[in-house]
Nanobody
Framework: QVQLVESGGGLVQAGGSLRLSCAAS????????MGWFRQAPGKEREFVAA????????HYGDSVAGRFTISRDNAKNTVYLQMNSLKPEDTAVYYC????????????????WGQGTQVTVSS
């Protein structure tokens, strides 16, 4: 089992920045690929970013590429999502997720999920 706890969400003005954190506990964090997803009210959950267990490869959704950066610190069992140039359409609950194999954009292929953290971007 892997337990995931997100933090760092909040209210920010458009153009601002936030950094989300996802702290993991349980089985060996460094062996898991990690992903960030988000879900806005009335919309389906969508892929935001993912990173390999080593941190050597990252993937981004089209709507956040160039603005968001995913990273990880295996010594701290934590994955981060640096969000810059935020837009009102980035408003959503952000979730981190873990899977034992390579990262993927497919929600159903992740084994463990956090409870989510709210990000609200005002215009």
């Amino acid at each position: 089992q892997v337990q995931l706890v997100e933090s760092g969400g909040g209210l920010v003005q458009a153009g601002g920045s936030l950094r989300l954190s996802c702290a993991a506990s349980g089985r060996t964090f460094s062996s898991y690929a990690m992903g960030w997803f988000r879900q806005a009210p009335g919309k389906e959950r969508e892929f935001v970013a993912a990173i390999t267990w080593s941190g050597g490869t990252t993937h981004y959704g089209d709507s956040v590429a160039g603005r968001f950066t995913i990273s990880r610190d295996n010594a701290k069992n934590t994955v981060y999502l640096q969000m810059n140039s935020l837009k009102p359409e980035d408003t959503a609950v952000y979730y981190c997720a873990a899977r034992a194999l390579s990262p993927t954009r497919v929600i159903a292929q992740y084994d463990y999920w956090g409870q989510g953290t709210q990000v609200t971007v005002s215009s």
